[in-house]
């Protein structure tokens, strides 16, 4: 007998392609800010709010979405939108040129629980109402959960006013997912048993450990998600007609760490350090007109993170290009600036202790003899861009003003390291030490 069977997924799926695909917390914010660009956003920002209860939220004026596209889109794992038309049509772009896609696989929504567990997902496209939905990606941790038995709630709404009004039997629709419902007998009876199993093995694995119905069950309950939270984002002042904003509660100690209230001990010094690392120079701060570098551009896309007390905010990572661009780091003592193109050849111009050394002409560096350069058809390399610049690190053997060593010497700090632009915008991990597969920094 031939037998045809249908493949069975566990909820776990979920977490394994989401936050156990994403290296840490700034990496899945730089992911998210990624889909943000692919849905034709100008601007995404991150926004973290000091409260008791710390809430942070990513908001864009991207495309947004309606009810049906997050229903056939977004809650479609694996979704890709380059087999999708809708994303070249003129009023998805705004005006914008278009896009070369940059989100993961179709699965970089899922990295939002690296932000925190429980979302709250509100989204809007031009001339269609609101659509939000509530997810606690926790839920997706349980092993005894079959995917199908997880339930969504979603709804639609015209008024931003109408939100806070629905968001209590958003939040009992969730719960939901723990308790099981009346309606559904069934359904009731396999979450039970899959929880009652969950449960039973987390604490025979550690007796102290809290059962994880019960603590998403209360962190669902207590959760607080304000009109004040949304206030930064410009479509829900009115400001744009189309974005999406994505808000969080109980959220990740990398996000914390970034709050005035924190304590500021060795360890919040260095998740800052490597937050900042990570979001600043999103965009490639290089890019001005007339430079020569092949595949350089401005991608048009504008980026901050601010954090909130009371009603005072403060910018800890933003679009700065006044401090660091190409025009400062001209200024440095010594400058190597041009393209290597597919055979392995630099052309271009060398700076060297303040002197531009062969000025109407450049200069031309080949790689070594014995060097075979790949020419498969997946294994290639250039035309790319190269664009080094840097200063004598000693007092002494440097030319620079004080004024300017010391200027440089503080940019540095912030910002030196090996960095990567595609399309305009940063890619990671390059550029931080930790990640320095090819000993570039050493």
């Known amino acids: 007998m031939i037998e045809t069977l ?61 009810y049906e596209d997050f229903i056939n889109r977004w809650l479609v794992v694996g979704t890709d939108s380059k087999y999708n038309k809708n994303t070249s049509d003129d009023d998805d772009r705004d005006g914008l040129a278009r896009r070369t896609k940059q989100g993961q696989k179709g699965i970089g929504r899922l990295s939002s629980a690296n932000i925190g567990p429980l979302l709250l997902i509100v989204s809007k496209r031009k001339n269609s109402g609101f659509v939000a939905a509530l997810i606690d990606w926790r839920i997706f941790e349980n092993p005894y959960l079959v995917l199908s038995d997880i339930e969504v709630p979603v709804t639609q709404f015209s008024d931003r006013s109408e939100l806070f009004k629905l968001l209590p039997r958003l939040f009992d629709r969730l719960t939901d997912n723990v308790w099981g419902s009346p309606a559904d007998e069934r359904r009731a009876d396999r979450l039970k048993l899959a929880w009652e199993t969950y ?47 994505l808000v969080v509660s109980d959220i990740n100690y990398d996000l914390r760490a970034q709050l005035p209230s924190i304590q500021l001990d060795a360890n919040v010094k260095i998740i800052r350090q490597a937050f900042f690392a990570t979001l600043s120079a999103f965009t490639d701060p290089y890019v001005e007109a007339g430079t020569s570098e092949f595949n350089a551009f401005d991608p048009d896309f504008a980026y901050e993170v601010r954090t909130w007390v009371n009603d005072v905010s403060l910018a800890i990572v933003e679009d700065d290009r006044e401090s660091l661009n190409r025009s400062v780091t001209d200024e440095m003592e010594h400058v ?34 014995d060097l075979t350069i790949p020419k498969g058809p997946t294994t290639f390399i250039g035309p790319f861009g190269l664009h080094i610049a840097t200063f004598e690190q000693t007092r002494v053997n440097s030319t620079l003003s004080d004024a300017d060593f010391t200027r440089f010497d503080g940019l540095a700090k912030q910002h030196s390291g090996f960095l990567i632009f595609r399309n305009g915008l940063r890619v990671l991990p390059y550029g931080r030490e930790v990640n320095d597969f090819f000993e570039i920094e050493k």
Not at 17 to 38: F, V
Not at 223 to 241: D, Q
């Open 336 to 369: 190597l600036s041009g393209n290597i193109d597919e055979e392995g050849v630099f052309r271009g111009q060398v700076k060297a202790f303040g002197e531009w050394r062969k000025l109407g002409s450049d200069y031309e560096i080949y790689p070594p003899k």
């Open 6 to 66: 249908a493949f069975r997924t566990h909820a776990r799926t979920v977490d394994h392609l989401g936050r156990e695909q994403i290296a840490d917390c700034p990496t899945a914010i730089s992911e998210l800010w990624k889909n943000a660009y692919d849905a034709y956003a100008r601007n995404v920002a991150l926004h973290i709010f000091d409260d008791p209860e710390p809430v942070a939220a990513i908001f864009d004026d991207g495309h947004g979405m309606n």
């Open 199 to 245: 449960d039973k093995v987390i604490l025979e694995a550690d007796q102290t450990a809290e059962k994880p119905s019960e603590l998403i069950a209360r962190t669902i309950i207590n959760a607080r998600f304000e009109e004040r939270h949304f206030h930064p984002w410009s479509v829900w002042r009115g400001e744009k007609e189309h974005g999406t904003a």
